[in-house]
């Protein structure tokens, strides 16, 4: 495995690959690999020829009161992980190396990203959306993989593949869990021993929600009123929001006619959790 951390290097091997005709399947993180990451790394190694993980904790997707400076770090176990994954060359830049002048350029993110967490966090997708241009044109990747966990980001990087026409394939990850249900993520530790024993209720309202609309229940409305009883009866936890948009486009609906989002977080007293199912109209979710 080649751990690179010059432009330079990654192009000139992904290039090299792109000729030979080799599969490129590219894992993009901010490092610090749970178990969530591994996932993507496995999904990336049975698919393809080769496996890019790339590792920067990109600034500008980090607001002014944001945690960018205390961001955990942990590159020698990343690498690791990442070896033990299969991974072909792990990318690991510098942010002089990412971002070695003012850019040009800004990319606005126009649609998908005034909803959900996009709503409270201004700028932050489009800090996604540069890192990842770039990030595709070094890694030249024939697919990328990203977690169902975040999807509006996933939301957000369809409409990026689609309007810059980037020759690149998404792949939706399923939301890895606990035997419980509760979405993993690193901020679960941050639970007291009775909110962690109540958090599984976020994923359990989502379940509550596609047994209504397998139900025929099709108003968006009774459904969000619907899992706000069914946490507010399960959690102390201070709901932020519950919507319920098309999917990917990430718009409100009047009926449940198509494929839809439904998300919610819930603040504890240390956490924020977010969660979500797409669903069909039939009520089935569509990753699991
Ligand atoms: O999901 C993340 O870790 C980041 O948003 C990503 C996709 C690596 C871009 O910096």
């Not at 026409?165 to 399923?174: A, D, E, H």
């Not at 449940?256 to 797409?278: G, M, S």
């Amino acid at each position: 495995m080649n751990v690179f951390d010059s432009i330079a290097q990654v192009q000139e091997q992904t290039t090299k690959w792109v000729r030979e005709g080799k599969t490129i399947g590219f894992v993009p993180t901010m490092g610090y690999l749970h178990e969530g990451h591994e996932r993507l790394m496995e999904e990336a190694r049975k698919e393809n020829d080769k496996v890019i993980l790339s590792i920067f904790v990109n600034p500008l997707q980090f607001g002014e009161n944001e945690d960018l400076d205390q961001y955990p770090r942990d590159h020698d176990h990343d690498v690791s992980v990442a070896e033990k994954y299969g991974v072909d060359l792990v990318f690991l830049p510098t942010e002089d190396t990412m971002y070695p002048a003012p850019l040009t350029l800004n990319i606005s993110v126009v649609r998908r990203a005034d909803v959900l967490c996009g709503r409270s966090r201004p700028g932050h997708f489009e800090g996604v959306v540069t890192v990842l241009t770039k990030l595709f044109n070094i890694c030249q990747p024939t697919r990328a993989y990203f977690g169902m966990k975040d999807a509006q980001q996933v939301a957000v990087v369809d409409g990026l593949i689609q309007d810059f026409n980037f020759p690149v394939q998404l792949v939706r990850v399923p939301t890895v869990r606990e035997a419980d249900g509760l979405a993993k993520s690193s901020r679960n530790v941050n639970l007291s021993h009775s909110e962690r024993e109540e958090a599984p209720s976020i994923q359990a309202a989502l379940s509550h929600a596609t047994d209504l609309v397998r139900k025929g229940e099709r108003n968006p409305e009774e459904i969000i009123q619907s899992v706000r009883e069914f946490l507010d009866s399960r959690t102390r936890g201070k709901i932020d929001y519950i919507e319920l948009l098309s999917y990917p486009e990430l718009e409100p609906v009047h009926s449940i006619d198509q494929t839809v989002i439904l998300a919610v977080a819930v603040y504890y007293e240390k956490a924020r959790l977010i969660d979500n199912v797409v669903m069909g109209k039939d009520g089935v979710s569509e990753l699991r």
